[in-house]
């Protein structure tokens, strides 16, 4: 008989970002004259811009035709995706990469859980504080982050604090340890760049 893992019994019952935006609407409705900026889930603010609509449409085009037609991708992305990601983000930064050592993905979230089954469930993992909460949960739904005690805080997990007062840089964790997730609060700056590519595509 097949038994279900009793280490999803542990994750807290809300998503944090869910329960921020209940929170955010419960605000808005008590404040009806409150400006609110949400910091909560990263979502975009602004349409796609050209560029990338005239892409999706050709990418859309090639897929209606059987002489363009493209089934599953090779598991490490298409060469001229890959390629294009040496050109635009790495060679025009003077770094210079082979295209093996470039991985398309679906994403982080997925990949984080994904490779948790590459290492024993004991190994010790430390994390920035904060952190992106699928970084704990995908370790707590391996068993690898002990029981969660009142301050929400994991007992098998370093927390490495990032604060106005080190720069949000952390010091390094003064035991050993075999993993550690590092999440710096960059996503504005990213999208940033992100918004002048396409603007100026």
């Not at 090779?74 to 093996?100: C, K, N, T, V, W």
Request: charged share 25%; proline share 5%; aromatic share 10%.
């Amino acid at each position: 008989m097949a038994l279900v893992n009793d280490h999803f019994l542990k994750l807290p019952t809300g998503y944090l970002f869910a329960d921020v935006a209940k929170r955010v609407n419960v605000f808005k409705a008590q404040h009806p004259k409150s400006d609110v900026i949400s910091l909560g889930i990263g979502d975009v603010t602004q349409p796609l811009c050209p560029a990338v609509i005239e892409a999706l449409h050709r990418a859309a085009d090639e897929m209606a035709s059987a002489a363009t037609f493209r089934g599953y991708g090779p598991e490490q992305g298409y060469d001229f995706l890959r390629d294009a990601i040496l050109r635009g983000d790495f060679l025009s930064r003077g770094i210079h990469l082979e295209r093996d050592e470039i991985f398309v993905n679906d994403g982080a979230k997925s990949d984080t859980g994904n490779f948790q089954e590459l290492i024993r469930w004991d190994n010790s993992i430390a994390v920035t504080d904060p952190i992106y909460p699928v970084y704990i949960d995908s370790n707590v739904m391996i068993g690898r982050a002990g029981t969660r005690g009142d301050d929400g805080r994991w007992s098998n997990v370093i927390y490495l604090p990032c604060t106005a007062e080190n720069g949000f840089v952390p010091e390094l964790p003064q035991q050993r340890v075999d993993v550690i997730y590092l999440c710096y609060p960059n996503n504005l700056r990213v999208r940033r760049s992100a918004a002048t590519s396409c603007d100026a595509g």
